[in-house]
């Protein structure tokens, strides 16, 4: 129906009528962005480049070895072809390691333990998420740091579980009030499935806690076929100790992890100019070959193992030897590991997101878009830390974490791109709006009808007018932050237990969280 008494139609419905039509949740299918969507467009490292790494790290993989293997992993690398030296390294041919890559797991699904949460790790496929072990939480009222609690982190994951431009919740802060590790590991998985419906990763001390861990996760799945069957949580691995070494026990756990059915992340972390060498393309080097030989140690124990090639250097400001996860050459650094995952065809996660800066100001702000935007426009699948992470991994911060979802919300429409058609060319559009309309595509159909599906609106940030914002009391971006997270706290978890599973939990496992 249109009114044509001032001679030029107007749309039915009114203002009100379209603005409730927009504030309506999108179909999957329409929305501007998802888990999942491709990028891969920003390559920093030539085709030369590349291959120049890849040989490279087989050389050191061949040459120098790694050391402090547990006897367990030194008889199935050993078995598969490795050598051990007089030296008590272990040293890979390059011909072991193409027959591992072509066995190794290429298209990996991590489960959520709702199936629309699940997450399809191949190719350029983007997935923003958490991670780290953070001591301290950020007190943006206070402006300090207190000690990191097991409340925070289930309060973390029921945040996460609210934002939809966090597609996974990896364990991003320590327990510091639990002072036993056994039951920090295991409250670290209930607090974390308690609280969201996404993917979880997390990490174990000792490999004599993994049977507890499996345990409660095959309670909380039903029982251990459908466990196996979808497994919602991963094992994060620092499997080495950077520069090339076996880290001992975290093998073990990682071999217990493999028998349990879980996905593992092969996390190398060196820090470019201390645990890693200080240029940008030899720290690469060095957590390829790592990580490769992470590639021939879990193809070895179990072919096609689900496994995420975890190269997570570094850096270092060298005028101190501090860690700047917030600096340009991190960016870098990030995007050049993403470009070796897609070289060899392996599912593949690096650090991105990390702000040196203390709070979420507009330092933090300028560091975590950079290595974000980069890491997705080069196809990183697995993008961990992008949100909440301050003080170089010491703070998080749930309001960090609430910012971080519009941050990721811009950058995941930059991995999008631009889609080039007769369509979004639009000369028709243009042709009538020039010769036979008003002069403006404010009113065009083709403007209103990709309002919401060509373009990402924040949920936090302000885009009004100075007037607009001064009658509205000049709202403070970390007030509405604080405002979210409470209106998010303040209603019952949608992953929360059932109620007779939550106490078979509590009296089989020491829970810390109240009931």
């Given at each position: 129906?249109?009114?044509?008494?001032?001679?030029?139609?107007?749309?039915?419905?009114?203002?009100?009528?379209r603005?409730?039509?927009?504030a309506?949740?999108l179909?999957?299918?329409?929305?501007?962005?998802?888990?999942?969507?491709?990028?891969?467009?920003?390559r920093?490292?030539t085709?030369?480049?590349?291959?120049?790494?890849?040989?490279?790290?087989?050389t050191?993989l061949?040459e120098?070895?790694?050391?402090?293997?547990?006897?367990?992993?030194?008889?199935?690398l050993?078995?598969?072809?490795?050598?051990?030296g007089?030296?008590?390294r272990?040293?890979i041919?390059?011909?072991?390691?193409?027959?591992?890559?072509?066995?190794?797991?290429?298209?990996?699904t991590?489960?959520g333990?709702?199936?629309?949460?699940?997450?399809?790790?191949?190719?350029?496929?983007?997935?923003?998420?958490?991670?780290?072990?953070?001591?301290?939480?950020?007190?943006?009222?206070?402006?300090?740091?207190?000690?990191?609690?097991?409340?925070?982190?289930?309060?973390a994951?029921?945040?996460?579980?609210?934002?939809?431009?966090?597609?996974?919740?990896q364990?991003?802060?320590?327990?510091?009030?639990?002072?036993?590790?056994?039951?920090?590991?295991?409250?670290t998985?209930?607090?974390?499935?308690?609280?969201?419906?996404k993917?979880?990763g997390?990490?174990?001390?000792?490999?004599?806690?993994?049977p507890?861990?499996?345990?409660m996760?095959?309670?909380?799945?039903?029982?251990?076929?459908?466990?196996?069957?979808?497994?919602?949580?991963?094992?994060?691995?620092?499997?080495?100790?950077?520069?090339?070494?076996?880290?001992?026990?975290?093998?073990?756990?990682?071999?217990?992890?493999i028998?349990?059915?879980?996905?593992?992340?092969?996390?190398?972390?060196g820090?470019?100019?201390?645990?890693?060498?200080?240029?940008?393309?030899?720290?690469?080097?060095?957590?390829?070959?790592e990580?490769?030989?992470?590639?021939?140690?879990?193809?070895?124990?179990?072919?096609?193992h689900?496994?995420?090639?975890?190269?997570?250097?570094?850096?270092s400001?060298l005028?101190t030897?501090?860690?700047?996860?917030?600096?340009?050459?991190?960016?870098?650094?990030?995007?050049?590991?993403?470009?070796?995952?897609?070289?060899?065809?392996?599912?593949?996660?690096?650090?991105?997101?990390?702000a040196?800066?203390?709070?979420?100001?507009?330092?933090?702000?300028?560091?975590?878009?950079?290595?974000?935007?980069?890491?997705?426009?080069?196809?990183l699948?697995?993008?961990?830390?992008?949100?909440?992470?301050?003080?170089?991994?010491?703070g998080?911060?749930?309001?960090?974490?609430?910012l971080?979802?519009?941050?990721?919300?811009?950058?995941?429409r930059c991995?999008?791109g631009?889609?080039?058609?007769?369509?979004?060319?639009?000369?028709?559009?243009?042709?009538?709006?020039?010769?036979?309309?008003?002069?403006?595509?404010?009113?065009s159909?083709?403007?209103?009808?990709?309002?919401?599906?060509?373009?990402?609106y924040?949920?936090?940030?302000?885009?009004?007018?100075?007037?607009?914002?001064?009658?509205?009391?000049?709202?403070?971006?970390?007030?509405?932050?604080?405002?979210?997270?409470?209106?998010?706290?303040?209603?019952?978890?949608a992953?929360r237990f059932?109620?007779?599973?939550d106490?078979?939990?509590?009296?089989r496992?020491?829970?810390?969280?109240?009931?």
């Amino acid at each position: 129906m249109t009114d044509t008494r001032s001679g030029r139609p107007t749309r039915s419905g009114g203002r009100a009528a379209r603005t409730a039509a927009r504030a309506a949740p999108l179909e999957e299918a329409l929305r501007p962005i998802r888990a999942g969507m491709s990028g891969g467009r920003y390559r920093p490292l030539t085709d030369a480049d590349v291959t120049a790494i890849h040989n490279a790290a087989l050389t050191a993989l061949e040459e120098i070895g790694l050391a402090d293997a547990p006897p367990s992993g030194i008889e199935y690398l050993t078995r598969a072809g490795a050598n051990l030296g007089d030296d008590g390294r272990i040293r890979i041919p390059r011909a072991l390691v193409e027959d591992m890559l072509a066995l190794a797991c290429t298209d990996l699904t991590l489960c959520g333990r709702d199936p629309a949460y699940d997450l399809q790790l191949n190719g350029t496929r983007v997935h923003y998420g958490t991670a780290g072990a953070a001591v301290h939480m950020v007190d943006v009222d206070g402006r300090n740091y207190r000690e990191s609690t097991v409340q925070d982190l289930h309060d973390a994951a029921r945040i996460v579980q609210q934002l939809d431009n966090i597609h996974f919740l990896q364990r991003p802060m320590v327990a510091r009030d639990i002072t036993d590790n056994k039951e920090m590991d295991l409250n670290t998985i209930y607090a974390s499935c308690a609280g969201t419906l996404k993917h979880v990763g997390t990490s174990f001390t000792e490999p004599s806690f993994v049977p507890d861990a499996l345990e409660m996760l095959q309670m909380i799945a039903g029982d251990e076929a459908t466990w196996r069957a979808r497994p919602f949580v991963s094992n994060s691995n620092c499997f080495v100790v950077p520069p090339m070494k076996f880290a001992t026990e975290s093998c073990q756990v990682m071999e217990a992890c493999i028998a349990g059915g879980m996905p593992v992340l092969l996390l190398s972390a060196g820090q470019a100019g201390a645990t890693a060498p200080a240029p940008i393309a030899g720290a690469i080097v060095q957590a390829v070959a790592e990580c490769l030989a992470g590639v021939v140690y879990v193809n070895s124990i179990a072919p096609g193992h689900p496994a995420i090639f975890g190269t997570w250097p570094f850096v270092s400001d060298l005028r101190t030897g501090a860690m700047s996860g917030g600096s340009g050459e991190q960016a870098l650094l990030t995007a050049g590991c993403a470009q070796m995952h897609r070289f060899y065809g392996l599912p593949g996660g690096a650090a991105a997101g990390i702000a040196d800066s203390k709070l979420p100001d507009m330092q933090a702000g300028w560091e975590q878009m950079c290595s974000n935007v980069m890491a997705g426009l080069a196809g990183l699948n697995m993008v961990y830390e992008a949100a909440g992470m301050h003080a170089s991994l010491l703070g998080f911060c749930h309001e960090s974490l609430i910012l971080g979802d519009d941050l990721l919300g811009q950058a995941m429409r930059c991995v999008r791109g631009i889609e080039v058609n007769d369509s979004t060319i639009g000369l028709e559009t243009m042709r009538d709006v020039c010769l036979n309309g008003p002069g403006h595509y404010l009113g065009s159909d083709q403007t209103l009808a990709l309002m919401q599906t060509e373009y990402v609106y924040p949920s936090t940030a302000d885009r009004s007018s100075p007037k607009e914002w001064e009658e509205n009391g000049k709202p403070d971006l970390l007030r509405n932050a604080i405002a979210r997270k409470e209106m998010i706290l303040a209603e019952r978890s949608a992953a929360r237990f059932d109620p007779a599973l939550d106490q078979a939990l509590r009296e089989r496992f020491n829970i810390h969280l109240p009931a």
